[in-house]
């Protein structure tokens, strides 16, 4: 992404001093249903943010077409710093599932700040599959192929790739039912009209330390401090199977440079506070400190891995 000499410049100390941003609440678009991934984060930030700069961030959850909805509308917002937009891993899988958007992550937007990352989580409907471990697991799913069921965000979100990526690997096969939102899809987990999802585990974490969902794996070399008794991939023979949901903030393009480099402080602000750093590890997530330029070659970097995955999948939008 090519950023201007002036838009660089403004993120000097200098520049920070200069917004009076934000002078009235500011509306954060949240492109998928209350409930979901994004929500547990995009709420405790908003709430932070108020505390810090004593005007409300007020969130608008514009959920559907796989987070792609609220997208659209964000990118066709003013670009004066009074609407921002928090997507997630899933805008950048979009470019590889959708033959047509109505908005370009990379043209139509300004990074700011990767919010948070959390690994993803297979959780399961306890009822639905009663085992005790990964193996069990494993064993009762290849006995019955297509029997059972993961639920998604919707179709080209993470947790759909993830789902395919899971069954690429493992040599299983399940089939995907897409909902309109992490949301709405745990909500179906939970009361057992699905059999699993695979989470990011911001999303599932209350669940399953609430008993409702069972955690049998999460992705990646190592366990989550939040979640110990719970192995991670490489020790269950599956070290190439590392997917990260992270939620990150921007705002539409051409939002003045001055006002960036203050809500990217803001961020930074809130991530530093005890409320966010204990939000964020019951959760299992983390503050990478990835923003403005960095966050946008991140984003770069995201958008061309998945469309591999994508490829080699053979994922398709149901």
Same mark, same amino acid.
């Given at each position: 992404?090519?950023? &201007?000499?002036?838009?660089?410049?403004?993120?000097?100390?200098?520049?920070?001093?200069?917004?009076?941003?934000?002078?009235?609440?500011?509306?954060?678009?949240?492109?998928?249903?209350?409930?979901?991934?994004? *929500?547990?984060?995009?709420?405790?930030?908003?709430?932070?943010?108020?505390?810090?700069?004593?005007?409300?961030?007020?969130?608008?959850?514009?959920?559907?077409?796989?987070?792609?909805?609220?997208?659209?509308?964000?990118?066709?917002?003013?670009?004066?710093?009074?609407?921002?937009?928090?997507?997630?891993?899933?805008?950048?899988?979009?470019?590889?599932?959708?033959?047509?958007?109505?908005? /370009?992550?990379?043209? *139509?937007?300004?990074?700011?700040?990767?919010?948070? &990352?959390?690994?993803?989580?297979?959780?399961?409907?306890?009822?639905?599959?009663?085992?005790?471990?990964?193996?069990?697991?494993? /064993?009762?799913?290849?006995?019955?192929?297509?029997?059972?069921?993961? =639920?998604?965000?919707?179709? =080209?979100?993470?947790?759909?790739?993830?789902?395919?990526?899971?069954?690429?690997?493992?040599?299983?096969?399940?089939?995907?039912?897409?909902?309109?939102?992490?949301?709405?899809?745990?909500?179906?987990?939970?009361?057992?009209?699905?059999? !699993? !999802?695979?989470?990011?585990?911001?999303?599932?974490?209350?669940?399953?330390?609430?008993?409702?969902?069972?955690?049998?794996?999460?992705?990646?070399?190592?366990?989550?401090?939040?979640?110990?008794?719970?192995?991670?991939?490489?020790?269950?023979? !599956?070290?190439?199977?590392?997917?990260?949901?992270?939620? =990150?903030?921007?705002?539409?393009?051409? !939002?003045?440079?001055?006002?960036?480099?203050?809500?990217? *402080?803001?961020?930074?602000?809130?991530?530093?506070?005890?409320?966010?750093?204990?939000?964020?590890?019951?959760?299992?997530?983390?503050?990478?400190?990835?923003?403005?330029?960095?966050? =946008?070659?991140?984003?770069?970097?995201?958008?061309?891995?998945?469309?591999?995955?994508?490829?080699?999948?053979?994922?398709?939008?149901?």
């Amino acid at each position: 992404m090519v950023f &201007s000499a002036a838009a660089c410049a403004a993120f000097s100390s200098g520049a920070h001093a200069q917004s009076s941003w934000p002078t009235k609440p500011v509306t954060l678009i949240v492109p998928f249903p209350a409930g979901g991934g994004t *929500d547990t984060f995009a709420r405790p930030l908003s709430a932070q943010f108020s505390k810090q700069t004593g005007k409300s961030m007020v969130i608008d959850n514009r959920g559907g077409a796989g987070g792609n909805l609220g997208a659209g509308v964000a990118a066709k917002a003013p670009a004066d710093g009074y609407t921002l937009f928090m997507g997630a891993v899933h805008h950048s899988i979009a470019p590889s599932m959708y033959p047509k958007l109505d908005y /370009d992550l990379e043209r *139509d937007f300004v990074p700011l700040a990767i919010v948070a &990352s959390v690994p993803h989580v297979l959780v399961v409907n306890p009822k639905n599959m009663a085992v005790a471990d990964f193996k069990a697991f494993m /064993d009762m799913v290849k006995s019955s192929p297509g029997k059972f069921n993961y =639920g998604s965000a919707g179709g =080209g979100t993470s947790h759909h790739l993830a789902g395919e990526l899971f069954k690429m690997q493992s040599k299983t096969f399940i089939t995907h039912i897409p909902y309109r939102g992490a949301g709405p899809a745990l909500q179906d987990l939970i009361a057992g009209n699905v059999d !699993m !999802m695979f989470d990011g585990l911001g999303s599932s974490a209350q669940h399953i330390k609430g008993g409702r969902i069972k955690a049998l794996m999460v992705s990646g070399n190592k366990r989550n401090p939040a979640f110990p008794d719970v192995p991670c991939a490489a020790e269950l023979g !599956m070290s190439d199977y590392n997917v990260n949901t992270w939620y =990150g903030l921007w705002g539409p393009k051409g !939002m003045p440079a001055d006002v960036q480099a203050r809500a990217i *402080d803001e961020v930074r602000k809130a991530a530093a506070s005890d409320e966010i750093k204990t939000s964020w590890g019951n959760s299992g997530a983390e503050f990478p400190n990835l923003t403005g330029v960095q966050f =946008g070659s991140f984003v770069s970097g995201e958008i061309k891995k998945w469309a591999v995955v994508a490829k080699a999948s053979g994922a398709k939008l149901d």
